[in-house]
C-alpha cells in the first residue's frame, strides 16, 4: 500500500475511526507514516493552541427577535394603546408613556364644550414624585364625569422617518449621526407616529357643582418617535419585567416595592441591550365650556384624603403658568433641571444608572430623549436633533 | 427594506388554530438550529462577540433573502458565508487599524489590566494578523474546523470531500505555524 496521504493523517489525529481500516493498518506498520503524522499532530497542536477561543454563549431567541426587526416584518400596522403603557416600559414607550401620562393626567384633572375656549397648554415642565400608595382613593374623580374619545391616542408603527413626519404632520425627526453612541449607532431602528387624539370630559352630577354640566375637552399629539435598539427584546423585557413586577393599572409602580421585582425589571432591561427612544410631540392642550383651570384645581384639591404628593401634583398644574407636572414614580427614578436645546429641560435618571432621560418643552412641542445610557449621552443627542 | 418573510410568522401564532405548542417557521428552527455555530465560526475569525453576531444576523438575514429556509443546503451556506464575511471584515479592520494608528501615532490608551490585556491583545494580534495573511481558503478552513465542525461539515461548507478537507486542513495548519513563527522572530 502506498504511504498515507497528509490529508488522511491529518483526519488520523482528528477522527481515527472515519479513517479506512487498510489506512489504520498501514499506519500501524509503517514508521514512516508515523514520522510524518508526528509532525502534522505536532502542526495541529499549535494550531489548536493558537486558535483556542472563549466559547461564545449566545441567546438565539432573543437573536432571532433582532433579526426579525431587521428584516422588517410586514406585519400589519400595530397600534398600541397608549392608556396601557406603564412607567416601566423603557425607551420609546416609557418616554411616550411619560409624556402622555402628563398630558392624560390633565384629561383626568382638568375639565371642555361647544364654545371651547383654550384653558392650558404647557410651556414648561417640572416632576412631582408619586408613589402608588399616593394614588389610593383617586378612583372617586372617575364617577365625576364620562370620558369619550373623538380620536383615541394611538401610535402607529411606520416604516421611516418620512413615514412618522406624513403620518403626524410633524416635521421629520433628524438625529445627528455624531451624537449617537457607538452601542445604539448600529442597533435597528424603528419609527412610530401618532395623529391627533381627543378626549372630552363631560362632568355629570356627581362633580362638584362648580363644576356640574361643564366639558373638557384635551388633544393630544400628534407625535412621532424613534427607537434605536431591539423592539422585540424590549417587548420581551418590558413583559417580564411588567409580569414579576405586577405593574399596576396606571403604570406607576408600588412605593418601596418588591426591590427583588425591581431588580428583576431593571436586569429584564439591561438583557434588552442598547436603547434609545425620541419622541417629539405637540404639546398638549385643554379647552373648556366654562370653568378655568384654576376652578379645577380648587375642586380637586377640596376633595378630602389627597395624599401630600398628589395634592402638590395638582396644585404644580400650571403654576407657574403652563408648568405640566410630570409625576415619577418615588424611589426610582431622580430629576433635576438642565439646559438643553437653548431652553431649561429636565433630566431624569435612573436611580441604579440603568438609564436617563431629558423632557423639555419649546415652542409648543415636548421633546423627549431617553435610552440606556448616561445623562451626556442623551444631552448630546437631545442637543443634536434637529441639527 | 426588500425582504419578504414569507417564512417568519408572527412568535406565538398557530395559523391552524390549535391550542397547542405552535410548530416554529422553518426559518426560526434553522436560525436557533444554527445562529450558535455562525456566531463561533465568526468569533474564531474576529474574537469580538458583539461583532461576531453581527455577522451572524447579517449572514441569517442575506440567506433569508436568497433562499428556502428548509434549502438540504442551508447549514452549509450558512456556514461558509459567516466564515467569508468574517474574514472580510477582519481585513477591512486591520487596513482601518492600520490607517488610525498611522494618524494617532502611539497614542493607546492605557488598559485596565496591563500585562493580562497586553497579552490577550497580542496573541489575537497575532493570530489575526495570520489569518489575515493566509488565502482565504486556508483560514476558512481553520476557522470552520476550529468553531467545532466535521470533516463532513466543513466539506459540506467549502464544497469539497471530507477527505479533501484534511489535506486543506494540514496544509492550512502549516501555513499558519510560518505565519504566526515569522511574525514573533520579527
Given at each position: 500500500?502506498?504511504?498515507?496521504s497528509e490529508?488522511?493523517?491529518r483526519?488520523?489525529?482528528?477522527?481515527?475511526?472515519?479513517?479506512?481500516?487498510?489506512?489504520?493498518?498501514?499506519?500501524?506498520?509503517?514508521?514512516?507514516?508515523q514520522?510524518?503524522?508526528?509532525?502534522?499532530?505536532?502542526d495541529?497542536?499549535?494550531?489548536?493552541?493558537?486558535m483556542?477561543?472563549?466559547?461564545?454563549?449566545?441567546?438565539?431567541h432573543?437573536?432571532l427577535?433582532?433579526?426579525?426587526?431587521?428584516?422588517?416584518?410586514?406585519?400589519?400596522?400595530?397600534?398600541?394603546?397608549?392608556?396601557?403603557l406603564?412607567?416601566?416600559?423603557?425607551?420609546?414607550?416609557?418616554a411616550?408613556?411619560?409624556?402622555l401620562?402628563?398630558?392624560?393626567?390633565?384629561?383626568?384633572?382638568t375639565?371642555?364644550?361647544?364654545d371651547?375656549v383654550?384653558?392650558?397648554?404647557?410651556?414648561?415642565e417640572?416632576?412631582?414624585?408619586i408613589?402608588?400608595?399616593?394614588?389610593?382613593?383617586?378612583?372617586?374623580?372617575?364617577s365625576?364625569?364620562?370620558?369619550?374619545?373623538?380620536?383615541?391616542?394611538?401610535?402607529?408603527?411606520?416604516?421611516?422617518?418620512?413615514?412618522?413626519?406624513?403620518l403626524?404632520?410633524?416635521?421629520?425627526?433628524?438625529?445627528?449621526?455624531?451624537?449617537?453612541?457607538?452601542?445604539?449607532?448600529?442597533?435597528?431602528?424603528?419609527?412610530?407616529?401618532?395623529?391627533?387624539?381627543?378626549?372630552?370630559?363631560?362632568?355629570?352630577?356627581?362633580?362638584?357643582?362648580?363644576?356640574?354640566?361643564?366639558?373638557l375637552?384635551v388633544?393630544?399629539?400628534?407625535?412621532?418617535?424613534?427607537?434605536?435598539?431591539d423592539?422585540?427584546?424590549?417587548?420581551?423585557?418590558?413583559?417580564?419585567?411588567?409580569?414579576a413586577?405586577?405593574?399596576?393599572?396606571?403604570?406607576?409602580?408600588?412605593?418601596?416595592?418588591?426591590?427583588?421585582?425591581?431588580?428583576?425589571g431593571?436586569?429584564?432591561?439591561?438583557?434588552a441591550?442598547?436603547?434609545?427612544?425620541?419622541?417629539?410631540?405637540?404639546?398638549?392642550?385643554?379647552?373648556?365650556?366654562?370653568?378655568?383651570?384654576?376652578q379645577i384645581?380648587?375642586?380637586?384639591?377640596?376633595?378630602?384624603g389627597?395624599?401630600?404628593?398628589?395634592?402638590?401634583?395638582?396644585?404644580?398644574?400650571?403654576?407657574?403658568?403652563?408648568?405640566?407636572?410630570?409625576?415619577i414614580?418615588?424611589?426610582?427614578?431622580?430629576?433635576?433641571?438642565v439646559?438643553?436645546?437653548?431652553v431649561?429641560?429636565?433630566?431624569?435618571?435612573?436611580?441604579?444608572g440603568?438609564?436617563?432621560?431629558?423632557v423639555?418643552?419649546?415652542?409648543?412641542?415636548?421633546?423627549?430623549?431617553?435610552?440606556t445610557l448616561t445623562?451626556?449621552?442623551?444631552?448630546?443627542?437631545?442637543?443634536?436633533?434637529g441639527? | 427594506?426588500n425582504?419578504?418573510?414569507?417564512?417568519?410568522?408572527?412568535?406565538?401564532?398557530d395559523?391552524t388554530?390549535?391550542h397547542?405548542?405552535?410548530?416554529?417557521?422553518p426559518?426560526?428552527?434553522?436560525?436557533?438550529a444554527?445562529?450558535?455555530?455562525?456566531v463561533?465560526?465568526?468569533?474564531?475569525?474576529?474574537?469580538?462577540?458583539a461583532?461576531?453576531?453581527?455577522?451572524?444576523?447579517?449572514?441569517?438575514?442575506?440567506?433569508?433573502?436568497?433562499?428556502?429556509?428548509?434549502?438540504?443546503?442551508?447549514?452549509?451556506?450558512?456556514h461558509?458565508?459567516?466564515?467569508?464575511?468574517?474574514?472580510?471584515?477582519?481585513?477591512?479592520?486591520?487596513?482601518?487599524?492600520?490607517?488610525?494608528?498611522?494618524?494617532?501615532?502611539?497614542?493607546?490608551?492605557?488598559?485596565?489590566?496591563?500585562e493580562?490585556?497586553?497579552?490577550?491583545?497580542?496573541d489575537?494580534?497575532?493570530?489575526q494578523?495570520a489569518?489575515?495573511?493566509?488565502?482565504?481558503?486556508?483560514?476558512?478552513?481553520?476557522?470552520l474546523?476550529?468553531?467545532?465542525?466535521?470533516?463532513?461539515?466543513?466539506?459540506?461548507?467549502?464544497?469539497?470531500s471530507?477527505?479533501?478537507?484534511?489535506?486543506?486542513?494540514?496544509?492550512?495548519?502549516?501555513?499558519?505555524?510560518?505565519?504566526?513563527?515569522?511574525?514573533?522572530?520579527?
Amino acid at each position: 500500500m502506498r504511504h498515507l496521504s497528509e490529508g488522511t493523517l491529518r483526519r488520523l489525529y482528528d477522527e481515527p475511526y472515519a479513517v479506512e481500516d487498510t489506512a489504520r493498518s498501514h499506519y500501524r506498520s509503517c514508521q514512516r507514516c508515523q514520522r510524518r503524522f508526528r509532525a502534522v499532530a505536532d502542526d495541529a497542536r499549535h494550531a489548536q493552541a493558537t486558535m483556542a477561543a472563549t466559547p461564545v454563549p449566545v441567546d438565539a431567541h432573543t437573536a432571532l427577535g433582532r433579526v426579525r426587526s431587521r428584516l422588517g416584518e410586514r406585519e400589519r400596522p400595530r397600534f398600541v394603546p397608549l392608556w396601557g403603557l406603564g412607567w416601566r416600559r423603557p425607551a420609546l414607550v416609557g418616554a411616550t408613556a411619560a409624556i402622555l401620562a402628563a398630558g392624560l393626567s390633565v384629561t383626568a384633572f382638568t375639565p371642555l364644550g361647544s364654545d371651547l375656549v383654550n384653558i392650558f397648554q404647557p410651556t414648561r415642565e417640572s416632576t412631582v414624585t408619586i408613589a402608588q400608595g399616593d394614588l389610593t382613593g383617586l378612583d372617586a374623580f372617575s364617577s365625576w364625569g364620562t370620558v369619550t374619545w373623538a380620536a383615541r391616542p394611538e401610535l402607529q408603527q411606520v416604516d421611516s422617518a418620512a413615514q412618522a413626519a406624513q403620518l403626524s404632520g410633524l416635521p421629520a425627526i433628524r438625529v445627528s449621526p455624531g451624537t449617537l453612541p457607538a452601542s445604539v449607532a448600529g442597533a435597528p431602528v424603528s419609527y412610530a407616529a401618532m395623529r391627533q387624539a381627543t378626549g372630552t370630559v363631560t362632568f355629570t352630577s356627581k362633580a362638584p357643582a362648580q363644576l356640574q354640566g361643564s366639558t373638557l375637552q384635551v388633544r393630544l399629539g400628534p407625535a412621532e418617535t424613534v427607537v434605536y435598539g431591539d423592539l422585540g427584546k424590549v417587548g420581551a423585557a418590558a413583559h417580564g419585567a411588567g409580569t414579576a413586577n405586577g405593574a399596576t393599572e396606571n403604570g406607576i409602580p408600588a412605593q418601596g416595592g418588591s426591590d427583588e421585582s425591581l431588580s428583576q425589571g431593571r436586569g429584564a432591561l439591561r438583557a434588552a441591550g442598547p436603547l434609545l427612544g425620541i419622541v417629539v410631540m405637540d404639546a398638549p392642550r385643554a379647552s373648556s365650556t366654562g370653568v378655568s383651570v384654576a376652578q379645577i384645581k380648587q375642586a380637586l384639591l377640596a376633595q378630602p384624603g389627597l395624599s401630600p404628593a398628589v395634592r402638590q401634583y395638582i396644585s404644580s398644574l400650571d403654576e407657574p403658568a403652563g408648568n405640566l407636572p410630570i409625576p415619577i414614580p418615588a424611589g426610582q427614578v431622580n430629576a433635576h433641571p438642565v439646559r438643553v436645546q437653548g431652553v431649561t429641560g429636565t433630566a431624569i435618571g435612573d436611580n441604579t444608572g440603568l438609564g436617563s432621560g431629558v423632557v423639555w418643552i419649546e415652542k409648543g412641542k415636548v421633546y423627549a430623549v431617553a435610552g440606556t445610557l448616561t445623562e451626556d449621552q442623551v444631552l448630546a443627542i437631545a442637543n443634536g436633533l434637529g441639527a | 427594506m426588500n425582504a419578504e418573510p414569507a417564512e417568519l410568522t408572527p412568535g406565538g401564532e398557530d395559523p391552524t388554530g390549535d391550542h397547542g405548542e405552535p410548530e416554529p417557521a422553518p426559518f426560526d428552527r434553522l436560525f436557533l438550529a444554527e445562529y450558535g455555530r455562525v456566531v463561533a465560526i465568526a468569533n474564531r475569525v474576529l474574537a469580538d462577540r458583539a461583532e461576531a453576531e453581527d455577522v451572524a444576523q447579517e449572514v441569517f438575514i442575506d440567506f433569508h433573502r436568497r433562499h428556502r429556509a428548509d434549502a438540504p443546503y442551508a447549514p452549509a451556506w450558512l456556514h461558509r458565508a459567516a466564515v467569508h464575511t468574517a474574514l472580510n471584515r477582519l481585513r477591512s479592520r486591520r487596513r482601518r487599524e492600520r490607517r488610525e494608528r498611522a494618524q494617532a501615532g502611539d497614542g493607546d490608551p492605557a488598559p485596565l489590566d496591563p500585562e493580562q490585556e497586553v497579552e490577550r491583545r497580542e496573541d489575537r494580534r497575532l493570530l489575526q494578523a495570520a489569518l489575515a495573511r493566509l488565502p482565504e481558503r486556508a483560514a476558512a478552513v481553520l476557522a470552520l474546523r476550529y468553531s467545532g465542525l466535521s470533516y463532513v461539515e466543513v466539506g459540506a461548507a467549502l464544497g469539497v470531500s471530507a477527505g479533501q478537507v484534511g489535506t486543506r486542513l494540514r496544509r492550512a495548519e502549516h501555513a499558519l505555524r510560518k505565519e504566526v513563527n515569522r511574525a514573533t522572530s520579527v
